[in-house]
């Protein structure tokens, strides 16, 4: 299925190369890394991409936002996430096939709804984690969480994150 009428069949960049603002949904590439100097995947970016699997950020990106990936069903793996901050709400809602996403070792806060209905089975945060809000892991596959012991503000025990 092509694209509608009107809708660009390029990766769309903000004029100073910082943002990712579209990203077209029927596009038949399996992977992708983003170009470096971006720092921002805009809402809805990604949203119901049909082929992608893969999506590198490039160590770059520091915020994914509002459902940026929403319903991408084929998306697997996110790599390159070292310096992410913040993921907004339903960023990766629905993305029923994600499986991996590389350690958030920069990661500050998780919106409500982030991962919603994921694939995820394991996720690791940084030791900067200030804001947990709701739902964000709901109808996921997550056995392991991991948040450092020297977080100030959250605590995993059993599985389970609790504040301090």
């Given at each position: 299925?092509?694209?509608?009428?009107?809708?660009p069949?390029?990766?769309?960049?903000?004029?100073?190369?910082?943002?990712?603002i579209?990203?077209?949904?029927?596009?038949?590439?399996?992977?992708?890394?983003?170009?470096?100097g971006?720092?921002n995947?805009?809402?809805?970016?990604?949203?119901?991409?049909?082929?992608?699997?893969?999506?590198?950020?490039?160590?770059?990106?520091?915020?994914?936002?509002?459902?940026a990936?929403?319903?991408?069903?084929?998306l697997?793996?996110?790599?390159?996430?070292?310096?992410?901050?913040?993921?907004?709400?339903?960023?990766?809602?629905?993305?029923?096939?994600?499986?991996?996403?590389?350690p958030?070792?920069s990661?500050?806060?998780?919106?409500?709804?982030?991962?919603?209905g994921?694939?995820?089975?394991?996720?690791?945060?940084?030791?900067?984690?200030?804001q947990?809000?709701?739902?964000?892991f709901?109808y996921?596959n997550?056995?392991t969480?991991?948040?450092?012991?020297?977080?100030?503000?959250?605590?995993?025990?059993?599985?389970?994150?609790?504040?301090?």
């Amino acid at each position: 299925m092509d694209e509608p009428a009107g809708v660009p069949l390029n990766v769309i960049y903000s004029a100073d190369g910082q943002t990712l603002i579209f990203y077209p949904r029927t596009k038949r590439d399996f992977s992708y890394r983003v170009r470096e100097g971006t720092q921002n995947i805009g809402a809805s970016a990604f949203r119901n991409v049909q082929y992608l699997y893969e999506v590198d950020l490039g160590d770059c990106v520091k915020n994914i936002g509002y459902i940026a990936f929403d319903w991408s069903l084929n998306l697997t793996q996110v790599t390159g996430t070292a310096n992410v901050q913040t993921i907004d709400t339903s960023a990766f809602n629905e993305c029923h096939n994600l499986h991996t996403i590389s350690p958030l070792s920069s990661i500050v806060s998780i919106s409500q709804d982030a991962f919603f209905g994921s694939a995820l089975e394991s996720i690791e945060l940084s030791n900067q984690i200030e804001q947990l809000n709701g739902m964000m892991f709901a109808y996921c596959n997550l056995t392991t969480i991991v948040i450092p012991d020297s977080n100030p503000y959250f605590t995993v025990v059993d599985g389970v994150v609790f504040s301090k």
